[in-house]
């Protein structure tokens, strides 16, 4: 089971942090992606993160607002969102990739679990 925490309404230029545990895994074990779904919009990528956290990869929309991080210690993903804008508002999910391999895939089907999702609403 994939938890997710965070969310809610903010004012543009704001921050929030989102951040997604699995249950009863190990996170060192996986690939962690961040996806985001806009009203009558198909799910996107945002961020990815390796097993290893060596890896890091944001979709261009993101770049240098968003940070994802882990701490495999505490098993918990992170995303940190900061300048937000109204183009942000969207639910976000969390989801999750057994780390067959190196590669931390940035295409929602290579996802095995996924969370529940929260809203993010971004106001001007």
């Known amino acids: 089971q994939v938890l997710q925490f965070g969310g809610g309404p903010v004012q543009a230029g704001g921050s929030m942090r989102l951040s997604c545990t699995l249950s009863?895994?190990?996170?060192?074990?996986?690939?962690m992606g961040w996806f985001r779904q806009a009203p009558g919009k198909e799910r996107l990528f945002v961020a990815v993160?390796?097993?290893?956290?060596?890896?890091?990869y944001n979709t261009d929309s993101v770049k240098g607002r968003f940070t994802v991080s882990r701490d495999d210690a505490k098993s918990t993903l992170y995303l940190q969102m900061n300048s937000l804008q109204a183009q942000d508002t969207a639910a976000y999910y969390c989801?999750?990739?057994?780390?067959?391999?190196?590669?931390?895939?940035?295409?929602?089907?290579?996802?095995?679990?996924w969370g529940p999702g929260t809203l993010v609403t971004v106001s001007a």
């Open positions: 009863g895994r190990p996170l060192g074990n996986y690939h």
């Open positions: 993160i390796s097993r290893d956290g060596d890896t890091t």
């Open positions: 989801a999750a990739k057994f780390a067959y391999t190196s590669r931390a895939p940035t295409g929602a089907l290579e996802y095995d679990d």
